[in-house]
């Protein structure tokens, strides 16, 4: 593991760092509503190896007032693959029980698992645990019968989570988050998928975590999505939709699987998308 893992970037009075979690071995079989043979020509086209990685992102917002970290990595689930979460935290000399607040974008095992460690104890004794409250009431309900084993793997990770850290976790309503967050709702990769815009004097970014997961084939095919989500043809309309937005509105982005340090701008090409990473500065 090379040591260079955290990325800082100021966006107004606030500081945005990327924490790389971890970074793992993913398949063809993963993107949906594409050939096969197709993903695998964008994918040898990106010049990326065979076989493909995916990476895993956390966010930590420093506000001044607060230390929020968007989303809380894999926890136990990174195998050998990770998690670098904790290390890089305390490679920025901040300890678990300095985190005040976390914000949740969905509740899918890479996103909550960090929240728990081995025993199931709480990873942030501090903090407040945001979650929209549509994704607490689906993952937390019963397991619909229709369910596949992988979306019954979710639940039973979901379940897990919220039995251990529920008496932290609030209920996430409507927009307003917190001072210069706004949630913005992308439903389709699971029910109340939100992504988070945060704004500080005049500069803003809209993190729109899990709209991206294999860069490569996404941008240049928005029409693809993966299999873990769960509603495959809202996911598509919504991912069509933002990246639309942000292509016109020149919006920096930043994304839990975009290559790390996951920021940067979506532009139109042809027919999709291309992604341009932000270009990294010595200074913050
Ligand atoms: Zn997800
Ligand atoms: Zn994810």
């Not at 009431?137 to 793997?153: F, K, L, N, V």
């Amino acid at each position: 593991m090379q040591p260079a893992n955290v990325h800082q970037l100021r966006i107004g009075d606030f500081i945005l760092t990327t924490l790389l979690d971890a970074q793992m071995e993913a398949s063809f079989a993963l993107p949906q509503n594409i050939d096969e043979d197709e993903a695998r020509r964008l994918h040898a086209e990106s010049r990326r190896p065979t076989p493909p990685r995916i990476t895993f992102n956390v966010y930590l917002l420093e506000t001044g007032q607060q230390k929020i970290l968007i989303d809380t990595g894999l926890g136990g689930l990174a195998g050998d693959a990770g998690p670098y979460l904790l290390d890089n935290l305390k490679a920025l000399g901040l300890a678990p029980a300095d985190i005040d607040t976390v914000l949740i974008t969905h509740v899918h095992p890479d996103h909550v698992g960090g929240l728990i460690d081995a025993e199931d104890n709480p990873v942030f004794p501090q903090a407040t645990v945001l979650v929209p409250g549509g994704e607490l009431d689906y993952w937390g309900g019963e397991i619909p019968d229709d369910a596949s084993e992988a979306q019954q793997r979710q639940f039973q990770a979901a379940h897990r989570v919220i039995a251990a850290v529920g008496s932290q976790m609030q209920h996430l309503e409507g927009t307003e988050v917190l001072p210069g967050i706004t949630r913005v709702p992308l439903p389709g990769h699971t029910p109340d998928h939100s992504g988070y815009r945060v704004e500080s004097g005049h500069d803003r970014i809209l993190l729109w975590t899990d709209i991206v997961h294999m860069p490569q084939i996404q941008f240049p095919c928005p029409d693809a999505g993966v299999a873990f989500d769960t509603d495959v043809a809202q996911a598509r309309e919504t991912r069509k939709a933002i990246m639309a937005e942000l292509a016109e509105s020149q919006e920096l982005v930043g994304g839990h699987h975009l290559d790390f340090p996951g920021i940067g701008y979506v532009v139109t090409d042809g027919e999709g998308y291309r992604f341009l990473p932000h270009v990294w500065q010595p200074t913050v």
